[in-house]
């Protein structure tokens, strides 16, 4: 993938994120068998929450993440419509005799709005994080999928380019954002995308995939594994940012190295407004010294620096 370019971030920046689906979960069983199958409290959820979740092997490595919003009638999956094929395909391997039905709901859409003044782009927006309420035929969720301020909708998908005209006529100086915007917001708060930031051998923990695991549920797939790193201490790599002294953003795959060994590869990376020229690698723990420099490809180099890069 290439690296993203610099993009402002607007009071309010909308836009339908056509590649997530959504994904009705029904039957007597749904609740108990996705507290198995991830790594959310789906079980001790409460009507009205949004549940981060990742999907794992039984060795803790992500096979997917999603956000589960909580309603009474149903789990409603919202996903990539990728990772869903690859999700849908193990979670059926694991169906047994339990009552649990997975539906695609084609008639819905996921809108993204982000910015300082998210919030206030619907009627309603819940000031909780992490929640969401129902207005008229959608639902308005308080949810920082990329680390930011921000709310989703969930809305009929006859009705995007009318939520979208609402949402942009009531916030002053929004507009509608493309998916550079979201990279560089995504990347400016270190969170990661599975499949981009990860590989099928990365364990949710090397990632920083933390704020999608409760580590006070009960069993689940995977769970041995992290508690066992939790525990321990046992990670040999993690996820850190880098600022880059380069003249170009390097794309995905330039090599990091430390002393002539490589200790990772750029995974993500983008011209921030905000940071400059900025990345994600997970690293060898060689090179978990923050302000260390390493060396990027042939030329260059990048200073690790702690994530969020606000914090840094």
């Keep these: 993938m290439p690296h993203s370019e610099s993009t402002d971030i607007p009071p309010a920046g909308?836009?339908?994120?056509?590649?997530?689906?959504?994904?009705?979960?029904?039957?007597?069983?749904?609740?108990?068998?996705?507290?198995?199958m991830c790594t959310a409290d789906v079980k001790g959820a409460r009507f009205g929450s949004i549940l981060p979740a990742l999907f794992l092997t039984e060795h803790a490595h992500v096979i997917a993440d999603a956000f589960i919003w909580v309603?009474?009638?149903a789990l409603l999956l919202d996903i990539d419509a990728d990772a869903w094929t690859r999700t849908r395909a193990h979670l059926e391997k694991l169906l047994v005799a339990d009552d649990v039905e997975f539906e695609d709901a084609a008639d819905l859409a996921v809108i993204d709005v982000?910015?300082?003044?998210?919030?206030?782009?619907?009627?309603?927006?819940?000031?909780?994080?992490?929640?969401?309420?129902?207005?008229?035929?959608?639902?308005?969720?308080?949810?920082?999928?990329?680390?930011?301020?921000?709310?989703?909708?969930?809305?009929p998908r006859d009705s995007i380019d009318s939520t979208i005209a609402a949402i942009l006529a009531k916030v002053p100086h929004s507009?509608?954002?493309?998916?550079?915007?979201?990279?560089?917001?995504?990347?400016?708060?270190?969170?990661?995308?599975?499949?981009?930031?990860?590989?099928?051998?990365?364990?949710?923990?090397?990632?920083?995939?933390?704020r999608s695991i409760s580590f006070n549920k009960g069993c689940y797939l995977g769970?041995?594994?992290?508690?066992?790193?939790?525990a321990?201490?046992?990670?040999?790599?993690?996820?850190?940012?880098?600022?880059?002294?380069?003249?170009?953003?390097?794309?995905?795959?330039a090599v990091l190295s430390l002393d002539g060994k490589e200790v990772g590869r750029v995974s993500s990376s983008v011209r921030s407004p905000r940071f400059g020229a900025i990345g994600l690698a997970i690293l060898h723990h060689s090179a978990w010294t923050?302000?260390?420099?390493?060396?990027?490809?042939?030329?260059?180099?990048?200073?690790?620096?702690?994530?969020p890069f606000a914090q840094s």
Excluded: C
């Design 14 to 36: 909308v836009l339908a994120l056509d590649g997530r689906i959504v994904v009705r979960v029904t039957g007597d069983d749904r609740a108990s068998f996705f507290h198995g």
């Design 71 to 73: 309603t009474p009638a």
């Design 114 to 155: 982000e910015g300082p003044a998210a919030l206030d782009a619907t009627a309603k927006s819940p000031r909780t994080p992490w929640s969401f309420i129902e207005a008229g035929s959608s639902l308005v969720g308080n949810l920082p999928r990329y680390g930011g301020s921000a709310v989703s909708v969930i809305a």
């Design 175 to 210: 507009r509608r954002s493309d998916l550079a915007m979201l990279e560089t917001i995504r990347i400016e708060n270190g969170i990661a995308r599975v499949g981009v930031d990860t590989t099928d051998k990365t364990i949710a923990l090397e990632a920083r995939l933390n």
């Design 223 to 230: 769970q041995e594994t992290i508690e066992r790193a939790t």
């Design 232 to 253: 321990r201490g046992g990670l040999k790599k993690r996820m850190f940012g880098l600022k880059f002294n380069t003249a170009d953003v390097p794309n995905a795959g």
């Design 290 to 307: 923050l302000g260390i420099e390493l060396k990027v490809g042939e030329g260059g180099g990048a200073i690790v620096t702690e994530l």
